[in-house]
């Protein structure tokens, strides 16, 4: 059976679970799926899933986080339905990132919504205030292995950005891009 389907099989009891780990302290959540990162196997997706959708703003259905992806500051961060993380995923979403439905990320992947500072010359670069940059990644985008997704990004529908590319600022729907910076290749 495929995870869709399980999924929708099991739909009911994850609701009951999330009501349940709400009651927690978040630190204890947070705690709980760092920890949950190396579980093997379907019930390592479920228990991830239900700890994920307790921690983050918006969580919707049938989202797949594989085992070690990294996710840090996701107070704000919202998901789709059908969305998939897979290995060695890394999020750090300080300055708030929007995910729409049917996004798959491939493994080693990289969001990050902010960017450092370093315009006093008085304090060392890695202690001058960060600029916090969102990202708004909409529905029905292939993100490839390696694709770093940069802070003021907003990626449209449709799109499919290829190995190993940067994204910074605004990427057209339907298309596909690739490089460093992402360029669009081709349209869908």
């Known amino acids: 059976m495929n995870g869709r389907k399980l999924f929708k099989k099991f739909k009911y009891i994850f609701v009951i679970i999330n009501f349940i780990l709400r009651l927690l302290p978040k630190f204890i959540r947070r705690f709980l799926f760092n920890i949950s990162a190396s ?9 991830r899933y239900v700890l994920f959708k307790s921690l983050v703003k918006k969580c919707g259905y049938n989202v797949y986080i594989a085992r070690w992806c990294v996710f840090k500051d996701i107070d704000e961060l919202e998901v789709g339905d059908n969305v998939s993380f897979h290995e060695y995923f890394y999020l750090d979403g300080q300055g708030k990132i929007t995910i729409g439905d049917d996004v798959s990320f491939a493994h080693s992947c990289s969001l990050i919504s902010f960017e450092h500072s370093f315009t006093d010359k008085n304090i060392k670069i890695k202690y001058q205030p960060i600029i916090l940059k969102p990202i708004y990644i909409e529905s029905d985008v292939w993100f490839g292995c390696g694709v770093r997704v940069l802070g003021g990004s907003s990626i449209g529908e449709r799109t499919v950005i290829a190995a190993n590319s940067v994204t910074k600022g605004c990427l057209e729907k339907n298309a596909i891009y690739a490089g460093l910076p992402a360029r669009e290749i081709k349209k869908i």
């Open 39 to 47: 579980i093997p196997f379907k019930i390592g997706v479920a228990i």
